[in-house]
């Protein structure tokens, strides 16, 4: 049967079984769906769909290629990672609330991934939202139930918005197939608007700043690994070579790294790092080229690796001391040497460090750049990473880890969270060793070096200039101290702009209509006395009228008709 089964069937049914069993049960069922699962991908050919007819259309509620395999195989691998993280949960019953939403949310995604028409895609879309908010929501703190809600309410309306450009693409072509969509027409916009909100483009991001850093500390691991993979998946199937994406993956490759500098809270700055990352594979899809579509995805798969492993590390961190800001945070490498060694891992991985993953993605988009003639852009993404290595590779691990000594004395974290680390520490170096691991499971055929004398000089020349500016601005008494500090983002918008518009419009709004209905009012009042005046029990009408009167006026009323007959 293995090799059959709708990838997201298996993920399902285990989230339906997940609050039947405790214990022991519980993790061994937790542990087998990703692996089973991952057997069942793995047994699914290059080219299998299963099509169903709904409505007078042919829908593909799975397509299996090459790149939805790709995501497909690392969505398994994402799983189990953030399942052996979450392991040591189960003794409450929202425990039981985050492994049955983690599941049905890794479930959601894969079956985004596996969607082959849009209204499949839509059911997902919506799925992934309603799930994933769970994982927020159980922090149980009034920030994380604020936040789930806004972060519910803009996934429900990129779902409409990609529902809603279906709808009109069927109109236009009489299909709902998911395949290229580009920028023509309005289906064409409406459905790239819906993937940007998911894939956090700028002007629409802040929904990642201001959610993921509120969800549990398990819950965080799971969200950073399939929302806005299955929009750079969706980007990467539906506009290919659109150049608008290039533009806008250089502004979400640089503008999050001022933000990341100056932030506090350390799983902040990992989302606005993540937006960054995001920025290299939109760029990369804008290209369009077989290398840089490669790159891209490579890419992708990287960073749900090592952003994963350093949103773990923060999780331990958060687990074993109840904080994670810069401000008090220092010197746990003392008691938690081993967790500080991973995040350095982690650390080294998005930095592109040699011999580790991001290395031999990265490297394939900026040499993407440059043979695809997009020689401005290359120094402004160039730019963006060395920021990478200043804000996630020398500032979270420094700032938790060492720095100064916070005097916080605490232990290392259940060795579930530390193997799930591991786990994932181990895969960014194995595929910074052996990248052929990767390229062998990209979309198209990998003719690519990146142990070229001429990439690795050049990388190692990036990370000392970047190393010695941090280095530099420390010395000098720039570098922005880490404070206690709310920082201003595109949320005000609708945080606090919008309420205090809404108070002041509705204000103004309530004035003019109190006097429009008092005008209204009043006119109706002298209607009505009027009226009164002469309908009334004193009124003329109310008076006796002579009979030659009433006869005269019937004469002239018959008159009158008959003129208008006669006319």
Known sequence: MLGSIPPFLIFFVGAVLVPLVRGPARKALLLLVPLVGALNVWGLPTGYELPYHFLGYDLLPVRADRLSLLFGYLFHLAAFIAVVYSLHLGKKDHDT????????????????????????????????????????????????????MRYLLVHVVSGVTLLAGAMVLAHQTGGLSFGFVGLEGPAGWLIFLALGVKAAFPLAHSWLIDAYPEGTATGTVFLSA??????????????PGTEALIYVGAAMACFPIFYAVIENDLRRTLGYSMINQIGFMVCGIGVGSALAINGAVAHAFNDVLFKGLLFMTMGAVLHMTGKTK????????????????????????????????????????????IEGGHLWIWPVMLFASAGVVEHAGIKIPFFAFFAHDSGIRTREPPRNMLAAMCIAAGACILIGVRPGLLYDLLPFPVDYHPYTWGHVLTQLQLLAFAIAAVA??????????????????????????????????????STADAAFRQV????????????????????VLAR???AGSMVLWVAIVLAAFLLFQFL
């Open 544 to 546: 006796s009228w002579p």
């Open 97 to 148: 609330v985050q492994h049955t939403a983690g599941l049905v949310y890794a479930g959601s995604g894969l079956g985004a991934v596996f969607a082959g028409d849009f209204i499949t895609l839509f059911v997902f879309w919506e799925l992934l939202a309603i799930s994933s908010v769970f994982l927020i929501w159980t922090r149980r703190t009034p920030a994380s139930l604020r936040a789930g």
């Open 472 to 509: 530099a601005f420390q010395l000098w008494k720039i570098y922005p101290a880490e404070l206690p500090s709310v920082n201003l983002d595109a949320d005000w918008s609708y945080r606090r702009a919008a309420p205090w518009l809404v108070r002041r419009v509705g204000g103004a709004a």
């Open 520 to 539: 209204v009012t009043g006119g109706v009042r002298s209607a009505l006395r009027g009226a009164f005046r002469i309908h009334g029990p004193w009124g």
């Open 226 to 239: 399939f929302t806005t993979k299955v929009a750079v998946y969706a980007l990467a199937r539906g506009f």
């Open 326 to 369: 810069a401000s008090e945070l220092g010197g746990l490498y003392k008691t938690m040497p081993f967790t500080a060694t991973l995040c350095i891992v982690g650390a080294a991985s998005i930095s592109a460090v040699p011999l580790f993953n991001a290395f031999v993605s990265k490297s394939m988009i900026m040499s993407a750049l």
